[in-house]
């Protein structure tokens, strides 16, 4: 089977399901897909993510559907398929492997977190490369060895970023990076509920960018919260804490300062483009006209001096007629971009 494409069979056709079976399928994988609801199923095939599973027992099982079900989905699988190795994709880890653990066939189970997804749900949001250059953690949890490296064929084959912990260091993390995030986000945005539309409608791009996730359906949050109580708790308490710290404080500018700068030094942790260590990129930021074309045009200008684009931002203001449009380039080039771009007429706002 090394040197085949393992045959795998997912069990849940949403977003993350979907997509997994959109890009191996491409790669050439034989993919069969199922999910408990039929319409999902449906549509799951005619987007390409898998075919009908059929008689043959699978290799490889990979579940992916909520995380309050995924423990028993896993324990299932183990049972049916005596054969195959089963691995999941839900966000918290240590739940779904004791539950793989108790059966007595923990040997074939390794757990797997592929870090993205997005704020819709369903297969019609699946994309097949939804996971490319993206972190996939991988949980052995005392698996066999064979049965780690055909788990570990899924993020290559998606091209992803592998990274193996176990999987109570990976349920402390995610609270941190993903979960108390999520609960944080939601808490900023529902405090706008005080405010009358015309005062929301004030907001500038610091509230989008920390609200976005805010969007979210709470179903799989809910789920999340209940499995990782304990490290989203935890984090939770961090929060409150630095909080009421500030609330408390006798000189509240210098307890804002001290949280300013305690959070730029964690910030710049954050790893940047393609997953790599946060480039310092230099912005060049031009007042773009709100009109059709304008965008392309800057873009061409900026490709006529062949500076490479490695970020962008745009920031509409909601009164004007321009958007303030930020190219991240390689500092080294800034200076160049802006004289060029200057000389085609347009103005720059800052750089
Ligand atoms: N949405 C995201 O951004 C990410 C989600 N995950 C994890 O991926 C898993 C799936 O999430 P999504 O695809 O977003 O959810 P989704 O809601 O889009 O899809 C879940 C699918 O599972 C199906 N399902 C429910 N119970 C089932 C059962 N017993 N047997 C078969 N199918 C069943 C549902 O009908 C649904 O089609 C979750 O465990 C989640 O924690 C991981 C990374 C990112
Ligand atoms: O956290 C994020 O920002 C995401 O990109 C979406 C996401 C949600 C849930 C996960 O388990 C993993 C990733």
Redesign the pocket.
């Known amino acids: 089977m090394s040197d085949t494409l393992p045959r795998t069979h997912i069990v849940g056709a949403g977003l993350i399901g979907a997509s997994i079976g959109i890009g191996l399928s491409a790669e050439g994988w034989p993919v069969t897909i199922a999910d408990a609801d039929a319409q999902a199923e449906a549509l799951a095939r005619s987007i390409g993510a898998g075919g009908p599973l059929g008689d043959h027992a699978p290799d490889l099982v990979i579940v992916a559907t909520p995380p309050s079900v995924a423990g028993a989905v896993v324990v299932h699988a183990l049972q049916a398929w005596p054969g195959a190795v089963v691995t999941d994709v839900a966000?918290v880890k240590a739940p779904i492997a004791e539950a793989a653990d108790a059966t007595g066939h923990g040997a074939r189970y390794v757990g797997s977190?592929p870090?993205?997804?997005r704020e819709l749900s369903g297969g019609l949001a699946a994309q097949g490369d939804l996971f490319k250059a993206r972190p996939w953690v991988i949980c052995p949890n005392g698996a066999a060895a064979a049965a780690v490296e055909l788990v570990l064929r899924v993020p290559a084959a998606l091209q992803c970023d592998v990274v193996t912990m176990e999987a109570p260091a990976h349920d402390a993390a995610?609270a941190r990076v993903?979960h108390a995030?999520q609960v944080a986000a939601s808490a900023v945005a529902a405090a706008l509920g005080a405010l009358h539309s015309d005062d929301v409608a004030l907001a500038g791009q610091g509230l989008r960018d920390v609200t976005r996730?805010a969007g979210s359906a709470p179903g799989m949050w809910a789920d999340i919260a209940r499995l990782n109580r304990g490290h989203l708790v935890e984090t939770l308490d961090h929060i409150i804490a630095d909080l009421e710290d500030l609330r408390e404080s006798d000189d509240i500018g210098e307890a804002v300062t001290d949280l300013i700068e305690r959070g730029r030094f964690e910030v710049a942790r954050i790893p940047g483009k393609h997953g790599g260590a946060t480039r310092d990129w230099a912005g060049v930021t031009v007042i773009v006209p709100d009109e059709p074309g304008h965008l392309l045009k800057l873009l061409g200008d900026t490709a006529q001096v062949d500076v490479n684009v490695e970020d962008i931002t745009i920031e509409h203001s909601p009164r004007q007629p321009v958007g303030l449009t930020t190219l991240y380039v390689l500092p080294s080039r800034a200076a160049e971009l802006v004289a060029a771009l200057e000389s085609q007429g347009w103005e720059i706002a800052a750089s």
Do not use: F, N, R, T
Request: aromatic share 0%.
């Open positions: 966000s977190h870090m993205a997804g995610v993903s995030p996730i």
